[in-house]
């Protein structure tokens, strides 16, 4: 890894694979966006790059460096073994690039409060991961041929998807009239047969037609 490449990789900007911080001042929720990315696509974190993606580099860039390992190690379950690449700018300046791959262990997570919480990438943002999405993660690691009963509430679901873009897990809920955990090991089974696909967001995953 060299200052070139830390350059083409701040020039995509932030977004899915890349994140920019100009210093470890919390490592504790920097560690939310290693866990985001190695459960998505992986990518890069990268430490001493102002949120323009100038390579402005960071002073003592060791001791950020010290402060995430740490975090990382500490923080992120199960482990996460990360490629790391510390480059000095000038005797005063360096920039630290944590190189993230998407991970086969997922989902990783952290515990805040003694609760499991996991993260995704989205856009350029690390969100927490739904219920939903935690055990479609999970599941997806098994690599499990899924099985599933073509019923009522499978056709209303689908039928509603021709003649609207999404739907949310309560909006399914209050269609097909079931309890919340049936609509959502419903939701969870199509999404894991490839029947439709699920868009992670803040408030509520959106579930769309697969294209």
């Known amino acids: 890894m060299t200052v070139q490449d830390i350059g083409k990789i701040a020039q995509k900007g932030e977004g899915l694979r890349v994140e920019f911080k100009k210093k470890a001042a919390h490592p504790e929720k920097i560690v939310k966006e290693i866990v985001a990315m190695?459960?998505?696509?992986?990518?890069?974190?990268?430490?001493?790059v102002d949120d323009d993606g100038t390579v402005s580099g960071q002073r003592y860039i060791e001791e950020e460096v010290y402060a995430m390992d740490k975090a990382i190690q500490e923080l992120i379950l199960p482990a996460l073994h990360l490629k790391k690449y510390v480059i000095d700018l000038s005797p005063k300046k360096?920039?630290?690039?944590?190189?993230?791959?998407?991970?086969?262990?997922?989902?990783?997570?952290?515990?805040?409060?003694?609760?499991?919480k996991a993260f995704v990438r989205v856009a350029d943002k690390s969100i927490q991961a739904s219920r939903e999405m935690w055990e479609i993660m999970k599941r997806k690691q098994r690599q499990e041929d899924i099985v599933f009963k073509y019923g009522k509430k499978e056709e209303l679901l689908l039928k509603a998807l021709v003649s609207r873009p999404h739907?949310?897990?309560?909006?399914?809920?209050?269609?097909?009239?079931?309890?919340?955990?049936?609509?959502?090991?419903?939701?969870?089974?199509?999404?894991?047969?490839n029947v439709i696909?699920?868009?992670?967001?803040?408030?509520?995953?959106?579930?769309v037609p697969k294209h």
């Open 38 to 48: 190695a459960n998505t696509e992986g990518g890069h974190l990268l430490i001493g």
């Open 94 to 116: 360096g920039v630290a690039v944590y190189e993230i791959r998407k991970s086969k262990s997922a989902p990783h997570y952290i515990l805040e409060n003694r609760r499991k």
């Open 167 to 193: 739907i949310t897990l309560k909006e399914y809920m209050a269609l097909a009239k079931i309890p919340v955990y049936i609509a959502s090991r419903t939701l969870v089974k199509l999404v894991l047969a």
């Open 197 to 207: 696909d699920v868009i992670p967001r803040e408030l509520e995953d959106r579930y």
